[in-house]
């Protein structure tokens, strides 16, 4: 195996990932319990707002937030602890952990190659009014995303691309290499379902992320969040208060959000924590991804708590054409969170109740689909007419009543 180092890109981008950080957010209305598609999914949200601890400012409401350095702290600390160690002593560490960090030094190193390819076809991204050419222009971005950027970060460095008429699709940064096709299908037909833009890890279960593409991030929407009042238990490393200045940055954070994504990466949080019951970490992430920024979504199938990045410019404000190495390192650690994400810790339920996003209780009529029948790699979900059964039910009323003249009932 080749001499693994640490790359200087990733010590330069290690100060800069304590300013990652996720709101809390709260679940007030869905549509989880009907067998809509994740474009058709329903998901109003608000903040999650607590009241300091200290009796002086115990009016003082503030949005709850979890810093990465938190969530990541195992990928940081490793990260940090190779930048102090030989490469031999590197070479003696965890095979999983060597193999990640091998991919990341890997990536840095062909780092100008990997931006020229994203750059010729980001640079294709324009505004077209014929509909045909957007969907085409957003694979073409899907593709390159998936073999040039996160595709390259991710373990094993394997992913599959939603198959569903894009076979023939070869990458148009000029490799014209064919990407990795297959069914990406989640969910269940009776609640949310439907197709991931791209599954990471195909080949590993149990390592598997997913991700959503679109033409452009922005933070602002048509719904407007207010913020949910919560008292203030306990003070510890994973609770985290915005100033004033960062208060309304945290709001923006939270309004940007797609619905969509956030019943993707529920539902298939859920589909992991169903394969995976024993995982010690059941907060799996997606990644939302556009030309300009990404934005992480986080939702932990056990304690039901579901959290949202603030959006992080993809490439350099100051350096035209090229990515943060900041972005590459924290993409890095999201698609590896099964080594290097300790999720949240609560040391009650009281703590843990301020967190939840309170969707096992508005998806309570249909949680045993969502804890047990949930599936997965799935090309086409069956149609459900919900109106078969009303109808059956009443053609045999019909029926046993034309059968039945004539007859008497049993005594």
């Known amino acids: 195996m080749a001499e693994i180092f640490v790359n200087k890109n990733i010590e330069l981008a290690l100060p800069h990932l304590n300013k990652l950080r996720f709101a809390v957010l709260e679940l007030g209305s869905c549509n989880a319990t009907r067998n809509v598609l994740f474009p058709d999914a329903v998901c109003k949200f608000d903040l999650v707002r607590v009241e300091r601890p200290d009796e002086e400012l115990k009016h003082d409401v503030r949005s709850l937030i979890v810093n990465f350095s938190s969530l990541f702290r195992p990928g940081i600390d490793f990260l940090t602890a190779c930048q102090n160690t030989s490469s031999d002593n590197i070479a003696e560490l965890d095979a999983h952990k060597k193999e990640a960090l091998s991919l990341l030094n890997n990536y840095f190193l062909n780092l100008d190659l990997h931006e020229e390819s994203l750059n010729k076809v980001i640079g294709k991204e324009k505004k077209k009014n014929d509909e045909a050419d957007i969907k085409q222009t957003e694979t ?10 996160l595709g390259k970060l991710a373990p094993s460095q394997s992913y599959l691309i939603d198959s569903r008429g894009k076979e023939e ?7 014209e290499v064919l990407p ?10 009776e609640v949310w379902h439907g197709h991931a833009d791209i599954i990471f890890s195909p ?17 602002t ?7 949910v009042k919560r008292p203030h238990l306990h003070v510890d490393e994973n609770m985290e208060y915005t100033d004033r200045k960062t208060n309304a940055e945290v709001k923006r954070i939270a309004t940007g959000t797609s619905e969509e994504a956030i019943a993707q990466n529920i539902v298939f949080s859920l589909l992991q924590k169903q394969q995976y019951p024993n995982s010690p970490n059941c907060m799996v992430p997606s990644i939302l991804i556009s030309p300009d920024y990404f934005q992480i979504l986080l939702y932990d199938a056990e304690n039901d ?4 990045s603030n959006f992080i410019d993809l490439f350099n404000v100051n350096a035209d054409g090229h990515l943060s190495s900041e972005a590459v390192v924290t993409l890095w650690c999201v698609l590896h ?12 339920m009281d703590e843990a109740n301020i967190y939840k996003s309170n969707f096992s209780r508005l998806a309570q009529e249909k949680w045993h689909i969502y804890s047990n029948c949930l599936k997965n790699c799935v090309n086409e979900f069956p149609v459900v007419d919900n109106t078969a059964k009303v109808e059956l039910w009443n053609r045999k009323v019909l029926q046993g009543t034309e059968f039945c003249r004539g007859m008497k009932r049993r005594k």
């Open 140 to 149: 073409d971005f899907t593709i390159a995303v998936a073999e040039h950027l």
């Open 169 to 175: 699709n070869r990458c148009k940064c000029g490799c």
């Open 180 to 189: 990795s096709y297959g069914n990406t299908g989640i969910g269940h037909e």
């Open 203 to 219: 080949h590993h279960p149990e390592n598997q992320s997913i991700g959503k593409c679109f033409p452009s991030l922005s933070s």
């Open 221 to 227: 929407s048509d719904q407007e969040n207010t913020a």
């Open 305 to 308: 708590v579901l959290l949202c």
């Open 337 to 348: 969170y099964r080594i290097f994400c300790c999720g949240l810790q609560f040391e009650n």
